[in-house]
């Protein structure tokens, strides 16, 4: 991982749901959206879409020593979230507004929290955070029968 948290953040222009693009040619989702569809280049059909926030933790790690900006927060959790639709997103977990312990695999949703002040100004930022959800379980899953 290059990029930070915060460089990521920076770049997502709507604060309450989850913005991304769509290619209309092949179907592949983006988050954060681009502008050309990596499978399709010249022939992108690319339109915005909204995701619906659920999805799953590939992985994640506990921040003990965070730059600057997060200090308040420490220790917090960020992890890779696999969404639903395809795009595997940076985020932080909030693991203390559940019971359930995380682990790779766990359902999580998107949830929009305060970040953190900038400077004298003031301004406070939402961005969004995940939360354990393990009621979220996914569509396709009903369907399949189980084997005991
Ligand atoms: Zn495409």
Redo the contacts with the bound molecule.
Sequence with gaps: MEKSPADLWRHVKSRYFLLGSV?E????KYFPPRVV?R??GR???MKPYKFNGTGEIYSFTTIRAPADEFEEQAPYTVGLIKLDEGPIIEGHILTDESNEPIKIGTRVKVAFRKMYKEGNEGLIYYHYKFVPAPEQQKKQEKSKQKRA
């Design positions: 290619c040619n092949c179907g592949t569809c499978k399709c022939n992108t059909k």
